[in-house]
């Protein structure tokens, strides 16, 4: 079988150190990375002369562009119209807090008023309830009194007897009459 590595590069020797250390940074032999980057090179054409690498850049811009043609697209889909809808319940909200403010405060208002007439009626109708009660017990004290009267004037009109004179049943009427007008 014939050897296929026949051919050989002359260097310099700083050339060699810089090569051994991109050699051991990759963890490959020497062989190995020259192999590669001819293949590199094959492949993607390019210069090594060319530092600034001009297709490195227009693949790089080229990606960049795609990049921010998918964040347009994706704020324009999703972005603007989500803020739109979040300017849209900002509003939506601040119309609800307008609206309870003015309507739910207001209501709240005429119903603390209403409260308030409520409880000056109540405090009147208790004033009338406590009259009403004072007059109710003064009418069962009036009428105690009365059968009082009335007792003493029946017990004195049973004492009478057939000789009993005109006068002295006068006497007892007039009494019980200045009795009940005390009343």
Not at 4 to 31: H, M
Not at 50 to 62: G, S, T, W, Y
Request: charged content about 30%.
């Amino acid at each position: 079988m014939e050897d296929i590595n026949v051919r050989s590069v002359r260097y310099p020797v700083t050339v060699d150190q810089k090569f051994e250390k991109i050699a051991l940074k990759l963890g490959r032999t020497k062989r190995q990375v020259f192999i590669q980057m001819v293949d590199y090179f094959y492949k993607s054409k390019k210069d090594p002369l060319d530092l600034n690498d001009e297709l490195l850049k227009n693949a790089l811009m080229k990606n960049h562009q795609q990049y921010i043609g998918f964040i347009k697209s994706q704020e324009n889909m999703l972005l603007i119209p989500i803020k739109t809808e979040m300017d849209r319940v900002s509003v939506s909200q601040a119309k609800i807090i307008e609206r309870f403010n003015t309507q739910i405060l207001k209501a709240n208002t005429d119903l603390l008023n209403n409260q308030h007439a409520l409880a000056q009626k109540l405090t009147g109708i208790d004033a009338l309830m406590e009259t009403i009660l004072k007059s109710q017990k003064s009418k069962e004290h009036l009428k105690k009194q009365f059968l009082f009267i009335l007792d003493g004037y029946i017990k004195s009109r049973e004492a009478f007897g057939m000789m009993t004179s005109g006068r002295e049943k006068d006497e007892l009427i007039a009494v019980t009459r200045s009795q009940v007008s005390l009343l």
